[in-house]
């Protein structure tokens, strides 16, 4: 969802260690997540379960009651691509991929980030197109350097997901500013060309997340309002990563190694681990 006309909110230092806490939090609660997954758990148990977790280290549930959300979780199955939302009705399955978005509130900053988790014998079109999507955040983060434009990012994303692997860049959704409230300006989006969008300068913080579809493009809106599936009904992945521009390069502020850390202690779910790339 595109917002226009805001202004980019620099943070200073001190800010930015703030949201990287925030981020830590956001990464430990997926997690522990990640190590309770299995088939015939319910989305309705890991909120639960991660809303508790999130209020015992002193943090509030960052999605819960913004824009009218009713969980503490998104939890997008299959060809859901975004914005699911977890019922003792939402099932898992051996084969399920899903993506998992959390955000929490915590000394008045937010933080943010999202896996998609691959649960028992997911099948190797699904696996692929999982490790794309992963890798494809790394190749944006890259971009992420002061003096480059937002398109950098978005090229990055597209050109490899698009072009090389032949999958589909989700156009309605993007990334965005994060900081005293959870969508700032810039939006990220995952595609674009070179050179195009705001300049990248020290003290921008944003939220870098690819949402790849298999198949086609094209989505809709479930009529629950929240949820949003790819029209062909093929799976979609989606990864986040929150990061901060600094003079060194791109700060990374939250973690995915303990994620996957969790994952490889649990049999029940398949572990992504990241291709090189030329």
């Not at 994303?157 to 005293?180: A, D, M, N």
């Not at 989505?219 to 986040?240: F, M, N, Q």
Request: with cysteine.
């Amino acid at each position: 969802m595109r917002r226009k006309g805001r202004k980019i909110i620099y943070k200073t230092a001190e800010e930015i260690e703030l949201i990287r806490a925030s981020c830590m939090l956001v990464c430990k609660t997926l997690a522990y997540v990640g190590s309770l997954l299995r088939p015939g758990m319910t989305g309705e148990e890991i909120d639960t379960k991660a809303e508790a977790f999130i209020r015992d280290n002193g943090a509030l549930p960052g999605f819960k009651g913004l824009y009218g959300c009713p969980s503490t979780l998104l939890v997008s199955r299959n060809e859901a691509v975004v914005h699911g939302l977890p019922s003792k009705e939402q099932v898992f399955a051996d084969g399920d991929i899903l993506s998992i978005d959390c955000g929490v509130l915590m000394n008045d900053f937010y933080g943010d980030a999202a896996y998609t988790f691959c649960v028992g014998d997911v099948d190797e079109a699904t696996l692929q197109l999982c490790l794309v999507t992963n890798e494809s955040l790394y190749l944006g983060i890259e971009q992420a350097v002061v003096g480059n434009r937002v398109g950098d990012i978005s090229y990055a994303i597209q050109h490899f997901t698009e072009k090389v692997h032949g999958y589909s860049v989700v156009r309605e959704l993007v990334g965005h500013g994060l900081g005293r409230s959870m969508h700032e300006a810039p939006d990220v989006p995952n595609y674009g060309r070179r050179g195009q969008g705001p300049v990248l300068s020290e003290g921008m913080v944003i939220a870098i997340e690819p949402m790849i579809n298999l198949g086609r493009k094209e989505v809709r809106t479930l009529r629950d309002d929240w949820t949003i599936v790819t029209k062909d009904k093929k799976p979609s992945a989606h990864y986040e990563h929150t990061i901060a521009v600094t003079q060194n390069g791109p700060d990374i502020l939250s973690n995915h190694e303990i994620i996957v850390e969790a994952i490889e202690q649990n049999p029940n779910i398949r572990a992504i681990v990241r291709e090189t790339t030329a």
